[in-house]
């Protein structure tokens, strides 16, 4: 993302808070004017032979200071809230040129390679079934894998033995143990942010057409 889109990103998330603002400020505003028209309506219409209880008026008079305070309170929370949205952007993009990893299935074969990492629960072997964004199946590989982290590499070979087009792939993993037990084994992507979608919540970092939540992101590196 360029520098003139990050500004106008933030400039964007600055005039949104704001209009918010200013339009909560004048819906208070406006309750709070009708407050004193009606509290000076009252005193001057008040019968002078019964005037008005001096606790009522008391309470009416709590009511307009609390009236004040809700106007400055929201004044307060505005400008806590428009410093976290433009302290986020910034954070968001800071992520382009990273290298990112998250977990995940799905990653992009391209110039005849994918990858993927994978963490065994234990040591046995693991059946690699890659399919492609139509959900068909087009190759499936077995490995040998140990306990913890090690990566996969497809080479794009489907079962035909034919070349898999360039596109996005989904990889799901079984593992078996030498007792043919069943384990678990978690997979997870990695590559290079090359933008940010501030339009979703939480920021989304963009690895070409892969989009990952920022809340999915487990390490954060220097580009390779």
């Known amino acids: ?5 990050a500004t106008t990103a933030t400039i964007t998330a600055q005039n949104t808070v704001a209009n918010t603002a200013n ?3 004048q819906a208070i505003a406006k309750n709070f004017d009708q407050f004193l028209t009606l509290l000076t309506t009252q005193l001057k219409s008040q019968d002078p032979t019964a005037p008005l209880n001096t606790n009522d008026f008391t309470a009416q008079l709590v009511q307009f200071a609390s ?3 809700q106007i400055k309170s929201n004044d307060t929370l505005n400008s806590l809230l428009l410093t976290t949205q433009t302290s986020n952007v910034a954070s968001a993009l800071g992520f382009v040129g990273k290298t990112v990893s998250a977990s995940g299935a799905t990653t992009y074969l391209q110039n005849n390679s994918a ?12 059946t ?30 489907t079962n035909g033995d ?8 989904t990889i799901t993993v079984t593992g078996k143990d030498t007792n043919n037990q069943s384990f678990n084994i978690a997979t997870s992507i990695s590559g290079v ?27 954060i590196g220097n580009g390779s």
């Open 115 to 126: 990858k993927w990492s994978i963490n065994a629960e234990r040591g046995g072997t693991a």
């Open 1 to 5: 993302m360029t520098t003139t889109s």
């Open 193 to 219: 942010v090359d933008k940010v979608d501030l339009t979703t919540s939480p920021a989304t970092v963009m690895i070409g057409t892969i989009g990952i939540p920022m809340d999915r992101i487990k390490t």
């Open 162 to 169: 034919a070349t898999a087009p360039a596109g996005k792939y």
């Open 23 to 25: 339009s909560d400020r």
């Open 67 to 69: 009236v004040e305070q």
């Open 128 to 157: 690699i079934t890659i399919k492609n964004e139509a959900g068909s199946i087009v190759a499936t590989k077995t490995m040998t894998v140990n306990a913890g982290p090690q990566d996969f590499t497809w080479d794009g070979k």
